[in-house]
């Protein structure tokens, strides 16, 4: 019987060989979830300076304890990493598109405090690929900009994702980005992406669990179990829950402690 698929850098490679100098894998995580955020992984690498990534696999073939052993070695193989998250707020709020579109701008703007990688993307050819098969993260013609969307009463306009990194000279219309289903199985940087982003937000989860423990976030990690289905019945929702995708279930807010 054949293990899980083992992703190589044939395409980052090959991306290379026709002039990109940067690559930035992504992937998303927590997308079906009915609790917690939303999160992004970013993993940016030169392709024809990238080694081998020995042990990295699609985060959801891997299992807990290996996707923890590899989550320090994935974010320092490449030139830069980062996560984003968007909260269960914000999911409500804006919608998962929107809100994967924040989270992944939120991680863009980490990738943007390493120097190096900010020069790159100005100065040089950048790709980033996007695990999946639809482009969430830079606005099409229809669609508004996160900039033009009132996220949150509190926010700052220029501590926004978008703002920070127009200030750094980053323009999203500018980024050029590719689409590739089943990269997180197939692509080494995309895979490192989601292993950084999933041993993240499990931890948030599983942290979220202790004051929590009714809904089973410590193994469910947010997804709609029944054991978790079972504690929004009995004790009400959180604000860590997305209410907006809970119209069928009791949805009494319960109170924070």
Not at 40 to 61: T, Y
Not at 78 to 96: F, H, K, P, Q, R
Not at 220 to 243: K, L
């Amino acid at each position: 019987m054949t293990g899980p698929a083992k992703p190589s850098l044939r395409v980052e490679r090959t991306w290379g060989r026709e002039g990109v100098d940067l690559v930035i894998g992504c992937d998303e995580v927590g997308r079906g979830a009915i609790a917690g955020p939303v999160s992004v992984g970013m993993v940016a690498v030169k392709p024809l300076a990238a080694k081998p990534l020995p042990g990295i696999r699609d985060s959801k073939l891997m299992t807990r304890s290996a996707r923890e052993h590899m989550y320090d070695i994935a974010a320092s193989w490449g030139l830069a990493s980062a996560t984003g998250s968007a909260t269960a707020a914000e999911v409500d709020e804006l919608g998962i598109m929107e809100a994967l579109r924040l989270a992944g701008l939120r991680a863009l703007t980490g990738l943007s405090e390493n120097p190096e990688f900010t020069e790159l993307v100005l100065s040089s050819r950048v790709r980033i690929l996007l695990d999946g098969s639809f482009n969430w993260l830079t606005p099409g013609p229809r669609q508004a900009s996160l900039f033009d969307l009132d996220l949150s009463e509190d926010d700052d306009d220029a501590e926004r994702p978008d703002a920070v990194l127009r200030e750094r000279g980053i323009m999203l219309e500018d980024l050029e980005v590719t689409v590739r289903p089943k990269a997180d199985r197939d692509c080494t940087s995309v895979a490192a992406a989601s292993v950084i982003a999933k041993v993240e937000r499990d931890a948030f989860m599983r942290e979220l669990a202790v004051a929590h423990p009714e809904y089973g976030w410590d193994s469910n990690v947010g997804y709609g179990s029944g054991a978790h289905y079972a504690g929004i019945e009995s004790s009400g929702v959180t604000p860590y829950h997305r209410v907006s995708w809970l119209k069928n279930v009791g949805t009494v807010q319960k109170e924070d402690s």
